[in-house]
C-alpha cells in the first residue's frame, strides 16, 4: 500500500483538492451518490482530466461509466486534507483580522482549533473573548507546551511579523500560518504558509483594470 | 510614457509586490532614506534579480550602488498597486468570517471599502454592526447602484457560493473577490480572485506531515 505521507503531491494540486470537497459535499447533501470527473469538471471549471490526475495521488480512481462513489470521495478528501484531525493552534495579534479568525467557526469544522491569542495590547491581555484566553505575547515559550499547540497563526502589524515570527521558531511551533502582509522567511524544519489576502486584493485591482 | 494599466503583470509578480511594499514601508518608518535589491532580498527571501524584475513592472529602476530610494518606491507600490484608490464593496454573508472582514481597518488601509453586508438571516437583516447596514440579500440588484460598489466579497456557505455568485453577476458587480470554499466559475467581464484560506491550511496540514 502507498504511504500518502511520503508522496509529494504538489501545491496546486493539493490547492485545488477543497474545491472538490466542496463539491462533493454539496452533491452528497443532495443525495447524490455517483459523480464523474466531467460533472465535477463542469462544475468548477477545471479540467477533467486534471481532477482525475489530482484525485490520483489520493489513490481514488473512479469507475468506467459511473465515476466516483460521492461519499467515499468526500472521506477520501477529507483524510488526505487533514480536515479530520485536529490541530491546536495559537493566534499571535488579535487585532481585527486575528479576532475574526479566532471567532471562525469555519476553521475548526477545518480542523483547526486556535485555543489561545498572544497580543502586546495592555487591554486585550487578560480577557477571554468567546472562552479563549489572550496572553501577553512574551509568555508564549512556556504557554505552548501547556497549550498543545503546534501551529501559530500570525495576524500582526507588518511591523512586528518578522519578530514574532522569530519568538514562534523559538518557542518551538512547526508551522506558521501568516495572514500579515510581511513575507516571513523560511526556517529550518518549519512549514511556513503565507496567506497575505493583501497580496490577493492587489492582484483584483490589477485584473480589475483591463 | 508607458501606460501600466495596459502592461500585463503576471499574478506571482502582482503577488510579491506587496511584500515589497510592507518592507519598504517598514524601512521609511526606521527612517531608512535608500535601498538595494539585495537588501531587500535578505529580508524576504526572494532573489535580488527577481525583485528588480519585479519592479522594473512599475517602471521603477534602482540607481547603481546606492538603491532605491525608499520614500519613492513606497509611493510607486502604492500606485501601481491600486491600495491608494477608494473601491467600495459590499459583503456578501455576514457569518464570523463575513463580519470579521466587514470589520478588519486593514482593508480599508489597502483602498477596500465594505459599505454594506447582505445576508439571509432574519435575525441579522436591518442591523448595521459598526454603521454599516446589512441588507437581505434580495435587495442587491437594487442597492448596489446606490451604494457605488463594483467589488462583492464572498464569504456565504459553499452551499450557496454558486448562486450569490450568480446573483452578483447579473447584479453588474465587476469583481467578485471569493472566501468561500466554492471555486466560483468564471464570467466573461467579470473578475474572480479566490482566497480559499481553507485550501492554504491543506497545503499546510500537508506540508507539516514532511
Not at 484566553?133 to 512586528?160: G, K, N, T
Request: glycine share 8%.
Amino acid at each position: 500500500m502507498e504511504n500518502i505521507a511520503t508522496t509529494y503531491v504538489p501545491e496546486p494540486a493539493i490547492s485545488r483538492l477543497p474545491w472538490y470537497l466542496a463539491c462533493v459535499s454539496r452533491l452528497r447533501a443532495q443525495g447524490v451518490e455517483y459523480v464523474s470527473s466531467t460533472a465535477i469538471s463542469n462544475q468548477l471549471n477545471v479540467d477533467a482530466s486534471q481532477i482525475a490526475k489530482d484525485l490520483s495521488y489520493l489513490n481514488i480512481k473512479g469507475k468506467t461509466r459511473i465515476g466516483y462513489e460521492v461519499k467515499e470521495l468526500e472521506q477520501g478528501l477529507l483524510d488526505f486534507l487533514g480536515f479530520h484531525r485536529e490541530h491546536n493552534a495559537v493566534m499571535m495579534g488579535v487585532g481585527s483580522l486575528g479576532a475574526a479568525l479566532m471567532a471562525d467557526s469555519g476553521l475548526s469544522r477545518y480542523g483547526l482549533h486556535i485555543v489561545a491569542g498572544f497580543d502586546v495590547k495592555p487591554e486585550l491581555v487578560g480577557t477571554a473573548p468567546g472562552g479563549k484566553p489572550i496572553y501577553h505575547i512574551s509568555e508564549l515559550p512556556q504557554r505552548l507546551r501547556e497549550l498543545d499547540a503546534e501551529i501559530a497563526v500570525i495576524a500582526v502589524p507588518f511591523e512586528s511579523a518578522a519578530e514574532v515570527a522569530e519568538l514562534c521558531v523559538q518557542s518551538g511551533v512547526k508551522a506558521l500560518w501568516n495572514f500579515s502582509p510581511f513575507h516571513i522567511k523560511a526556517s529550518p524544519g518549519v512549514t511556513i504558509q503565507n496567506t497575505s489576502i493583501y497580496a490577493h486584493l492587489a492582484v483584483m485591482y490589477n485584473r480589475m483594470l483591463k
